[in-house]
T-cell receptor
Framework: KAGVTQTPRYLIKTRGQQVTLSCSPI?????VSWYQQTPGQGLQFLFE???????NKGNFPGRFSGRQFSNSRSEMNVSTLELGDSALYLC????????????FGSGTRLTVV | GESVGLHLPTLSVQEGDNSIINCAYS??????FIWYKQESGKGPQFIID?????DKRQGQRVTVLLNKTVKHLSLQIAATQPGDSAVYFC?????????????FGTGTQLKVEL
């Protein structure tokens, strides 16, 4: 059974550009969540999608957005990149909503220069 | 507001000893907690979870203890092995709006000395 797949693994972008990251959840999982991990702020919740609807959102600016497709695959987009957006972006999927453990992907390492 | 914090940033133990990693939380309404292990270059890996109606839960070589009175969570690893070296995070599932939202602690680096 394949795990959570995130692409690309590494990405280098210039300030002001935009970026799209992809996440393929475990087959059958309908909930997909995104997290940002930095040395200074740790792991922070970005948003969660369930059945193509954003169900929860963290405290990030509107430059961060996402969507989920009918096959549960999800993408997140960051527009007008800033140096501070450099981070490891993690995606997690789960079978049911609430009270269930997640399975994380290996993440996408984004570097903004 | 909600916060989940760890007492020690780094813990060094001898191989074969038991390890105890602590976590404090501030949201008394929290009802579900998870421990994760993260190795370098990888995403967090689920270790064990516990609901607020339990005080203790055991897994393979790991035990999680929950003290709701003082809002404290701990992870015990028995007979620590070199492969246990990693960063350990506690997390709380806020279940806002019926969904999934994890609030993570800052993490503890566990180093196993041979």
């Amino acid at each position: 059974k394949a795990g959570v797949t995130q692409t690309p693994r590494y990405l280098i972008k210039t300030r002001g550009q935009q970026v799209t990251l992809s996440c393929s959840p475990i087959s059958g999982h309908r909930s997909v969540s995104w997290y940002q991990q930095t040395p200074g702020q740790g792991l922070q919740f970005l948003f969660e999608y369930f059945s193509e609807t954003q169900r929860n959102k963290g405290n990030f600016p509107g430059r961060f957005s996402g969507r989920q497709f009918s096959n549960s695959r999800s993408e997140m987009n960051v527009s007008t990149l800033e140096l501070g957006d450099s981070a490891l972006y993690l995606c997690a999927s789960s079978l049911a909503k609430g009270l269930s453990g997640y399975t994380f992907g290996s993440g996408t390492r984004l570097t903004v220069v | 507001g909600e916060s989940v914090g760890l007492h020690l940033p780094t813990l060094s133990v001898q191989e074969g000893d038991n390890s105890i990693i602590n976590c404090a939380y501030s949201n008394s309404a929290s009802d579900y907690f998870i421990w994760y292990k993260q190795e370098s270059g990888k995403g967090p890996q689920f270790i064990i979870d516990i609901r607020s109606n339990m005080d203790k839960r055991q897994g393979q070589r790991v035990t999680v203890l929950l003290n709701k009175t003082v809002k404290h969570l701990s992870l015990q690893i028995a007979a620590t092995q070199p492969g246990d070296s990693a960063v350990y995070f506690c997390a709380e599932n806020g279940l806002t709006g019926g969904g999934n939202k994890l609030t993570f602690g800052t993490g503890t680096q566990l180093k196993v000395e041979l």
